[in-house]
């Protein structure tokens, strides 16, 4: 800019000073013919000539110190150019691989979400189905129950019949016998009487006699159909007795199993420090936190193995934390099949401490084993990032 303007300053000097010199008023020349040049018009001249050459060479030097400087800001100017094009270049292929990354992640995320959308809806219709068993089931229960407290009732009434009618005809019998007991005592008595007084009478005592013997008949025959209707309502009572305590055990077996199955069962045991499990061995948790119903606790912390002591569906929730820089797998185990692989997948969060978890629901039952099994070498981290839970829902 100051170049610029030291230029357009020179340009005018040069221009007034040749003006100067040109115009007729500064020159004299004479109109009539006589020579009219003179000395100072030489003089004038050379300096004119003089300035216009130092103009000159003035504007050489600044034309060059233009091109100089403009050759420097193309170069400036290319450099800037090709710096920012790699600079740029090298975010793109940068924002090109995250972006890359970021697709491979979301559709990695996008596969996990479908399989857990499945295993919960399969979770969920199986607890739809579980639901309408056990609400079928303690229908049932309490049929046998409302059953159960109806015979009772039957069987007391039953009883209470039973003994008052056997109180009622015991009484009634012995009552005839001593009644046929007097009359015999009668008679004998008679009898002595009338064979002290008179041989006369002996037609009377032959048939007082008969008479004696005819009672005495009877009395031994109702005596023994006394005795056979006592052994019969006595079977009988027996046998009511022996099928009321048969019913009896049967209602307490009942009552055993319902309160079996209403009977809470939950664990939940995790891992207080870090261990390093090689492949096929059962991953141990031997912190207890939550014990309701389990009696075998010892032998769990000791093995690894829960073992079901009540029948019932099972809910199995298993989560383990693992350190590392590759995936890790472990299996859930109902006594010795499968019935679930969870994979820790290595590279999900930003440090080298990855988690996955396993939850199934199994139908158990008394004396059937689950467990949590490595299926290669992985560590599992300790701190109660690694927990087993089991808990009985019916």
């Known amino acids: 800019m100051i170049f610029t303007m030291q230029f357009c300053f020179l340009s005018c000097i040069m221009l007034s000073l040749c ?3 040109l115009l007729a008023n500064k020159t004299g020349i004479s109109s009539v013919g006589t020579p009219g040049l003179t000395d100072s018009h030489y003089l004038i001249l050379t300096d004119a000539l003089g300035v216009q050459k130092q103009l000159l060479s003035q504007m050489e030097t600044f034309v060059l110190r233009l091109q100089n400087e403009l050759k420097t800001v193309n170069q400036e100017v290319k450099d800037l150019k090709s710096g920012n094009s790699a600079g740029h270049s090298f975010a793109i292929v940068e924002l090109k691989n995250e972006t890359s990354e970021l697709r491979g992640k979301s559709a990695q995320l996008q596969k996990s979400y479908d399989v857990l959308q499945k295993k919960f809806d399969t979770i969920q219709n199986e607890n739809n189905v579980l639901k309408h068993d056990n609400t079928a089931l303690k229908l049932q229960m309490s049929n046998w129950n409302n059953f159960s407290v109806l015979i009772n009732q039957k069987l007391n ?15 009634t019998i012995q009552s005839s016998v001593d009644t046929l007991k007097s009359q015999v005592k009668l008679l004998n008595t008679r009898f002595s009487s009338l064979s002290w007084t008179s041989t ?18 009877k009395l031994e ?9 006592g052994n019969s309502t006595k079977d009988r009572f027996q046998s009511l007795e022996q099928n009321f305590t048969s019913l009896s055990s049967e209602i307490r077996t009942l ?21 390093d499990y090689r492949k096929g061995q059962i991953i141990k948790f031997p912190v207890t936190k939550t014990s309701i119903g389990i009696n075998n606790v010892t032998e769990f912390h000791t093995t690894g193995t829960f073992t079901c002591e009540t029948s019932g569906v099972y809910l199995l929730a298993v989560h383990i934390a693992n350190s590392g820089n590759s995936n890790a797998v472990f299996a859930l185990y109902k006594n010795s099949k499968v019935i679930s692989y969870v994979m820790v997948v290595y590279g999900t969060h930003s ?9 199934v629901v199994v139908e158990m039952k008394a004396g059937d084993i689950l467990l949590a099994k490595a299926i290669e070498n992985f560590n599992v981290q300790g701190f109660f990032y690694s927990c087993f839970t089991v808990l009985k829902i019916n």
Request: charged share 15%; hydrophobic share 35%.
């Open 157 to 171: 009434s039953f009883t209470h019949s039973i003994a008052a009618s056997n109180i009622q005809n015991v009484t």
């Open 221 to 229: 025959t109702f005596e023994q159909n006394y005795a056979l209707d």
């Open 255 to 275: 009552k055993g199993k319902v309160q079996d199955m209403n009977q809470p069962v939950a664990l939940t045991s995790c891992i207080s420090s870090s261990v």
């Open 351 to 359: 440090t080298d401490y990855n988690s996955g978890s396993g939850t």
């Open 200 to 217: 006369s009478r002996g037609q009377d005592f032959l048939a007082l006699l008969d008479k004696s013997n005819v009672a005495d008949l």
């Open 19 to 21: 003006h100067g010199f």
